[in-house]
């Protein structure tokens, strides 16, 4: 597993700081879910936001000033369905809408344990319903970090199940698709990651359950049919527990001839492309970037 000196800086600090297993902290001891973070003015430098409500939620709506784009990025953070938005995930959404001029929509949507069993989901897809309204689903993309790329996944099983038109495309950082947490190869990683705990995460995932079997795809969408989804593409590293969940998800989607394409970072974390000033990275925004401005219509094509 090969690191840049900045990443191993990095890996070092998170380790010092005792952030592994931050989430499962969170849900033990609480925190405030009625409102996610609100980006600086740092982070907004070159932007408007405008804040709107749907079903008592919060809505940020970012985009570059003075242009109008008729392209739309729907994003769902993570933090193991329990954590509110963090600052990190304000300074990557806010350089992705200055990178692609994209109107971004971040949803604030319900989090575990006082919403569960499916709740968040329902907010998520009903949101995308309304979207539909103003905007054609061939420019709307979706993408999600962590749990928000396994929230993600799930919405796109909903909107195929009610016989919805897809998104043009959907990005999966580091996605969270297993709330069971159930691969063994997973421990093994578990003694590297410096930012996730198998144990934790697996809480998690009971908490947002609820009600619902960890077997039912709406909270567990690895359990889920792949067949006639939009096109996806993952970002994953083997420093992360996570990572086996995206080999997993790579290898249903091969079963189900589903069109992809999977970049495959050697030594990253959890989510490295959210951290700024790490090479690997810009490495990966320049990525997403250049999927997003150059949309194909595409054909399968899948990279390791």
Same mark, same amino acid.
């Given at each position: 597993?090969?690191?840049?000196?900045?990443?191993?800086?990095?890996?070092?600090?998170?380790?010092?700081?005792?952030?592994?297993?931050?989430?499962?902290?969170?849900?033990?001891?609480?925190?405030?879910?009625?409102?996610?973070?609100?980006?600086?003015?740092?982070?907004?430098?070159?932007?408007?936001?405008?804040?709107?409500?749907?079903?008592?939620?919060?809505?940020?709506?970012?985009?570059?000033?003075?242009?109008?784009?008729?392209? %739309?990025?729907?994003?769902?953070?993570?933090?193991?369905?329990?954590?509110?938005?963090?600052?990190?995930?304000?300074?990557?959404?806010?350089?992705?809408?200055?990178?692609?001029?994209?109107?971004?929509?971040?949803?604030?949507?319900?989090?575990?344990?006082?919403? %569960?069993?499916?709740?968040?989901?329902?907010?998520?897809?009903?949101?995308?319903?309304? %979207?539909?309204?103003?905007?054609?689903?061939?420019?709307?993309? +979706?993408?999600?970090?962590?749990?928000?790329?396994?929230?993600?996944?799930?919405?796109?099983?909903? +909107?195929?199940?009610?016989? +919805?038109?897809?998104?043009?495309?959907?990005?999966?950082?580091?996605?969270?698709?297993?709330?069971?947490?159930?691969?063994?190869?997973?421990?093994?990683?578990?003694?590297?990651?410096?930012?996730?705990?198998?144990?934790?995460?697996?809480?998690?995932?009971?908490?947002?359950?609820?009600?619902?079997?960890?077997?039912?795809?709406?909270?567990?969408?690895?359990?889920?049919?792949?067949?006639?989804?939009?096109?996806?593409?993952?970002?994953?590293?083997?420093?992360?527990?996570?990572?086996?969940?995206?080999?997993?998800?790579?290898?249903?989607?091969?079963?189900?001839?589903?069109?992809?394409?999977?970049?495959?970072?050697?030594?990253?974390?959890?989510?490295?492309?959210?951290?700024?000033?790490?090479?690997?990275?810009?490495?990966?925004?320049?990525?997403?970037?250049?999927?997003?401005?150059?949309?194909?219509?595409?054909?399968?094509?899948?990279?390791?």
């Amino acid at each position: 597993m090969t690191m840049s000196m900045r990443s191993r800086m990095i890996y070092k600090a998170l380790k010092a700081a005792n952030i592994k297993g931050s989430c499962g902290r969170r849900l033990k001891t609480g925190v405030d879910k009625n409102a996610s973070e609100y980006p600086s003015k740092f982070d907004l430098r070159g932007l408007t936001i405008e804040v709107k409500v749907f079903e008592s939620r919060n809505v940020f709506i970012i985009k570059k000033k003075d242009t109008s784009s008729q392209r %739309h990025m729907i994003y769902l953070h993570g933090g193991g369905y329990v954590c509110q938005s963090s600052a990190m995930h304000w300074s990557f959404v806010t350089d992705f809408t200055r990178r692609t001029a994209l109107e971004v929509c971040f949803l604030d949507y319900p989090l575990a344990p006082e919403y %569960h069993s499916g709740k968040a989901l329902d907010f998520v897809y009903n949101y995308y319903c309304q %979207h539909l309204k103003t905007y054609d689903p061939d420019s709307v993309l +979706i993408m999600g970090d962590s749990a928000g790329g396994g929230l993600t996944l799930s919405l796109l099983m909903k +909107i195929r199940n009610e016989n +919805i038109k897809m998104p043009e495309k959907a990005i999966l950082i580091s996605p969270f698709v297993d709330s069971e947490v159930s691969d063994r190869r997973q421990r093994d990683i578990d003694l590297i990651d410096p930012i996730l705990s198998v144990e934790e995460l697996i809480a998690c995932g009971i908490v947002y359950a609820g009600e619902l079997s960890l077997k039912d795809w709406r909270v567990n969408p690895v359990k889920g049919d792949f067949k006639g989804l939009c096109p996806l593409s993952i970002y994953t590293g083997d420093n992360d527990i996570l990572h086996i969940d995206a080999i997993r998800l790579k290898e249903k989607l091969d079963l189900s001839n589903q069109p992809y394409t999977y970049h495959f970072e050697p030594g990253m974390l959890h989510v490295w492309p959210l951290f700024p000033g790490l090479p690997e990275a810009g490495k990966a925004r320049e990525q997403i970037t250049k999927e997003v401005n150059k949309p194909d219509k595409y054909d399968s094509f899948k990279t390791d």
